[in-house]
């Protein structure tokens, strides 16, 4: 089982070394907000770099930034749990910078996406969290799932699509009262899947020529 966590702290940090920069990262990002006027506080989070489509405020550096920040502690905890459980096997199959690379174009593309569709809507959007990043490490899993079968034992591949069904679910069924970027999920999810398969194709080349 891919998931299932054995190291001690000390292997952890060796082992996961992005892993434990993105995790450690929410955290110090979540702490700067409360101590500056809070997360439920619009000021503050577009203040710290999160993403909206409002004209002159949509700068391209926010399109990363917004990943570090979480709408409040249950928001923080969904996403650090899943980068902690979750993301490590990936970071090893890829190697620490492919896998950093991964993330954050995931989560980018999903931010993309996410502005895109609020403007053909013609709704105001004010969007932050890593779930587009995290759904993207999801979609290399279900490349994976899918595509290279060998190296994913049979519960991983369970765990991944109950993971997704459940995702899935919870983006559409959610009320009024928990503001889901459905769009960023999805966009996150298909662009792990894109781009864990180009960097796969590139790898297996690079591999098949020496």
Known sequence: ???????????????YPITTILFVANIVMYLILVFNGGASDH?????????????????????????????????????????????????RLLGAWRYALLYLLSGVIGNILSVAHYNRLGETLLTLGASGAVYGVYGAYLYIALLQRNLMDESSRKTIYALLAIGIIFSFASGEQIKINWMAHLGGLVGGFFVYGLMARILKKRYGRS
């Open 1 to 15: 089982m891919l998931f299932v966590r054995y190291e001690n702290w000390k292997s952890y940090l060796k082992y």
């Open 43 to 91: 000021i503050t989070i577009i203040r710290f770099g999160a993403l909206t489509n409002v004209e002159g405020m949509n700068e391209w550096w926010r399109y990363v930034t917004s990943l570090f920040l979480h709408g409040g502690f249950s928001h923080l905890l969904f996403n650090d749990f899943a980068i902690l459980v979750f993301c490590p096997p990936l970071e």
